[in-house]
């Protein structure tokens, strides 16, 4: 599929990329390793541009969640060190060395199965350890004996076919509650120590993500690892207050007007006839719905801009499109509508939807093309899925 600006895309603007990293980084004291999460296709951005920008600015190493995702980078030529994030099962031992990627190591026996599997070839493999100090996900649990915990990580450090150059966890609520944080925090610091005194230390020990890295600098220690932030987004709308360091909404995501009619007062509105038009009304058919992404829960609720003035979703939003009232507006079919983005946070439409900024970037739909703003035309490439590359339009408004 042939994707354009003709019905519904994304603008990605890389200079606000560049803005939001560097502001990051500039918090980060001097040797201190910056990891930029671009995790599901960077949070719908499009991991390989991303990833190509970040490589580029001097990010010392990537995540993913999973093997396909580090894949995609390395056939696009990301040379930067990747971290996966989640679990890769131990036949693609083979994969995880021939890309030369970092695996996450969180329990024993996934750890002597890629041991074994990385001795057969011959090689060892990057690893970092991962500790649960607290998030009750993945990693060895970290209670209050933390020498127990040690030993069983030095056991693992200790296989002959890995390399454990690093060792992480991740906080559980860095947003919402600073007590628990520093509790896992500590837990975290403990177990560094046991290990210390068995003699096992890493180059690379990592814990803050987004949250963390805004409000928490004593967590810093070799490396951090913000995703959201670095896409222009505070983990907590709560936690955008004045005093944020001014990161930059790299999505904006744009649709256009498909008809405009004034429909009498008494006719309702979409699937359901749920709304019921009060008075006359010039109502504007818009090339989103659900299937871009728009979620179904805004009906009704959602306001978006055209020509900078807010206007009203109304009725249910379908799955292709959805109605807005533009009554006292000049609006014509093809006019340019923002749904999210620089005029509009995203974070007020995840408050109407009940859900976080985070799910609605990554469910923008892979039908909703990805325009780079700041890239030459041949690099408005947006890889979807796996090994299918879809050519962009090469930037300008198409005819409708
Ligand atoms: C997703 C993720 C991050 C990034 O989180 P943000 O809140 O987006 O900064 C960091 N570390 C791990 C382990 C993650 O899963």
């Known amino acids: 599929m042939k994707q354009t600006r003709t019905r519904t895309w994304a603008e990605i603007d890389l200079s606000h990329l560049e803005h939001n990293y560097r502001t990051l980084r500039a918090m980060l004291p001097q040797g201190c390793r910056f990891l930029g999460v671009v995790k599901a296709d960077a949070y719908g951005h499009g991991a390989v541009p991303v990833a190509r920008k970040l490589e580029v600015l001097g990010a010392e190493y990537l995540a993913v969640a999973c093997l396909d995702e580090a894949a995609e980078l390395r056939q696009a030529g990301i040379q930067t060190p990747i971290l996966i994030l989640g679990y890769t099962p131990p036949e693609n031992?083979?994969?995880?060395l021939e890309y030369q990627l970092t695996q996450t190591?969180?329990?024993?026996?996934?750890?002597?199965?890629?041991?074994?599997?990385?001795?057969?070839?011959?090689?060892?493999?990057?690893?970092?350890?991962?500790?649960?100090?607290?998030?009750?996900?993945?990693?060895?649990?970290c209670g209050d004996r933390?020498?127990?915990?040690?030993?069983?990580?030095?056991?693992?450090?200790?296989?002959?076919?890995?390399?454990?150059?690093?060792?992480?966890?991740h906080f559980a609520n860095a947003d919402g509650d600073e007590a628990y944080t520093m509790t896992q925090f500590t837990r975290f610091l403990?177990?560094?120590?046991?290990?210390?005194?068995?003699?096992?230390?890493?180059?690379i020990r990592h814990c803050a993500a987004s949250a963390a890295v805004l409000q928490y600098p004593c967590t810093y220690l070799d490396m951090v690892r913000p995703g959201v932030a670095?896409?222009?987004?505070?983990?907590?709308?709560?936690?955008?207050?004045?005093?944020g360091p001014g990161?930059?909404?790299?999505?904006?995501?744009?649709?256009?007007?498909?008809?405009?009619?004034?429909?009498?007062?008494?006719?309702?509105?979409?699937?359901?006839?749920?709304?019921?038009?009060?008075?006359?009304?010039?109502?504007?058919?818009?090339?989103?719905?659900y299937a871009d992404g728009l979620p179904r829960l805004c009906s009704d609720r959602l306001q978006v801009l055209v020509h900078g003035r807010p206007v009203p979703i109304v009725g249910r939003i379908c799955m292709d499109m959805c109605?807005?009232?533009?009554?006292?507006?000049?609006?014509?079919?093809?006019?340019?509508?923002?749904?999210f983005g620089v005029h509009l946070p995203i974070e007020e439409m995840a408050s109407l939807a009940g859900t976080i900024q985070y799910e609605l970037l990554c469910a923008v739909s892979p039908r909703v093309h990805r325009a780079y703003l700041d890239e030459p035309s041949e690099d408005t490439t947006h890889t979807m899925g796996r090994g299918r590359q879809d050519r962009s339009g090469d930037g300008t408004p198409g005819a409708l």
Not at 230 to 243: A, E, F, T, V
């Open 93 to 96: 031992v083979g994969l995880l």
């Open 105 to 141: 190591v969180y329990d024993s026996t996934m750890a002597k199965a890629l041991s074994d599997r990385a001795v057969a070839a011959g090689q060892r493999l990057n690893i970092h350890i991962k500790a649960d100090t607290g998030m009750s996900r993945l990693g060895w649990l």
């Open 146 to 169: 933390p020498a127990e915990t040690a030993e069983k990580i030095a056991a693992v450090c200790t296989l002959p076919g890995l390399e454990a150059e690093g060792i992480y966890t």
């Open 190 to 203: 403990d177990l560094l120590d046991a290990l210390e005194k068995r003699g096992i230390s890493f180059a």
């Open 230 to 243: 670095l896409y222009g987004h505070y983990p907590d709308p709560s936690c955008q207050g004045l005093d």
């Open 247 to 289: 990161l930059l909404p790299v999505m904006t995501l744009k649709t256009r007007v498909a008809s405009v009619k004034t429909v009498p007062a008494g006719t309702p509105v979409s699937y359901g006839c749920t709304h019921v038009l009060e008075r006359d009304t010039r109502l504007a058919a818009l090339t989103i719905g």
């Open 323 to 339: 109605m807005a009232d533009v009554t006292g507006l000049e609006v014509v079919p093809g006019d340019e509508v923002e749904v």
